[in-house]
């Protein structure tokens, strides 16, 4: 390739990179520090976990945005409901933690290690999770849905964050719950 050739690629690249990075939303910088998981799930439970923004686009809210990590908050934090109630937080042996970290640890092998942990813990939980709608002006929930959600909750500096979500659809428990009423 000639010298011209590769400036010009170059001087694009560093074009594209600029535009790129020209973002005018920032990450949200993260006002509180969580000393323990039952702090972090207490900002979670029972409060609206999505708002609209001056733009009025449907987005996180800024209490939910607390209980998540740099790295989350960078990408998607995939958290989308609109409320969730925490109805349990699940006892896990010690053989279920190291398989709930090691999921992570592949997963988080992935991408760069930006900061160091101090602190991995996974936490079982089970929720009610609501969709929300906006109706004649007013938010409404609906279609709660069983789930249980391993966490695992990391200290890198911030406090207790959450770094890793693994949602499944708690079909054990919708269906228990549907014989209930039969």
Do not use: A, M
């Given at each position: 390739m000639k010298k011209s050739t590769i400036v010009v690629v170059?001087?694009?690249?560093?074009?594209i990179t600029a535009f790129l990075g020209m973002n005018d939303e920032k990450m949200y910088q993260k006002q509180k520090h969580f000393e323990t998981v039952d702090e972090v799930l207490q900002q979670l439970d029972n409060k609206p976990l999505e708002v609209f923004d001056e733009k009025g686009i449907l987005t996180?809210?800024?209490?939910?945005?607390?209980?998540f990590s740099e790295r989350k908050r960078l990408t998607e934090l995939r958290f989308n409901y609109g409320k969730i109630e925490i109805t349990k937080v699940g006892e896990l042996r010690d053989n279920?933690?190291?398989?709930?970290?090691?999921?992570?640890?592949?997963?988080?092998?992935?991408?760069?290690?930006?900061?160091?942990?101090?602190?991995?813990?996974?936490?079982?939980?089970y929720v009610d999770a609501w969709h929300s709608n906006i109706e004649n002006g007013k938010r409404v929930y609906s279609n709660p849905r069983k789930r249980k959600i391993d966490l695992v909750f990391i200290d890198e500096g911030e406090g207790l964050v959450i770094d890793y979500i693994m949602e499944k659809n708690n079909e054990k428990l919708n269906n228990e719950e549907g014989n209930k009423d039969a």
């Open positions: 170059l001087g694009f690249f560093i074009v996180e809210s800024k209490e939910l945005k607390e209980c279920d933690k190291q398989e709930i970290l090691k999921e992570y640890n592949t997963f988080r092998n992935e991408f760069s290690k930006r900061r160091e942990i101090t602190r991995e813990e996974p936490v079982t939980i």
